[in-house]
Nanobody
Framework: QLQLVESGGGLVQPGGSLRLSCAASGFTLDYYAIGWFRQAPGKEREGLSCINISGTSSAYNVDAVKGRFAISRDNAKNTVYLQMNSLKPEDTAVYYC????????????????WGQGTQVTVSA
């Protein structure tokens, strides 16, 4: 069964950091671009960042995450990471990873596989 599983979410104080992981099972991530998305209550799902098969990353929603979020991949571990620093209360959301063949896209409907999401709450 092809599956993506996110982990690493939780409750963190403003200014803190979290590293989210997206682990694949049932298939290898080597041939897939992986995107990170988030959805806050009452809002649409938005793209954050993506990394393609060559390791090149793309940033979406740049104003919200510029200089604070960084995506990386470890194909040996079949895992993609999202390092989040200087977290703000407005970063509170469910964070999802998703996979599509080879190249990145900002469009959620172009991703083939989705994880179940991990909750990130930024609060004092």
């Amino acid at each position: 069964q092809l599956q993506l599983v996110e982990s690493g979410g939780g409750l963190v104080q403003p200014g803190g950091s979290l590293r989210l992981s997206c682990a694949a099972s049932g298939f290898t991530l080597d041939y897939y671009a992986i995107g990170w998305f988030r959805q806050a209550p009452g809002k649409e799902r938005e793209g954050l960042s993506c990394i393609n098969i060559s390791g090149t990353s793309s940033a979406y929603n740049v104003d919200a995450v510029k200089g604070r979020f960084a995506i990386s991949r470890d194909n040996a571990k079949n895992t993609v990471y999202l390092q989040m620093n200087s977290l703000k209360p407005e970063d509170t959301a469910v964070y999802y990873c998703a996979a599509r063949p080879r190249w990145c896209s900002a469009r959620t409907d172009e991703y083939k596989y989705w994880g179940q999401g991990t909750q990130v709450t930024v609060s004092a």
